[in-house]
């Protein structure tokens, strides 16, 4: 019971930290071009996320994520509260 509850804390944590990662950039985007609505947004904090080698599309359409080390994540972490 203990475990599973962990695992899904953990998966909420990985899914919160992946939309406030993209959240970013997509404010980086919209502070640089004034564009505040639409696609590109979402497209340029992809694209931003890819060239900092965080992200990888792959062919077929699926993305894999690549976080930075565990002592980086708990850095990062602290931020949040």
Aim: aromatic residues 12%; glycine residues 4%.
């Amino acid at each position: 019971m203990i475990d599973q509850l962990r695992s899904r804390y953990r998966r909420w944590r990985i899914r919160r930290r992946r939309k406030k990662l993209l959240r970013a950039y997509s404010r980086v985007f919209k502070r640089r071009t004034g564009k505040q609505v639409g696609f590109t947004p979402i497209m340029a904090a992809w694209s931003y996320a890819e060239r900092d080698g965080l992200l990888t599309q792959h062919d077929d359409g699926t993305m894999e994520w690549h976080w930075p080390s565990e002592a980086t994540e708990v850095e990062m972490d602290d931020l949040d509260e």
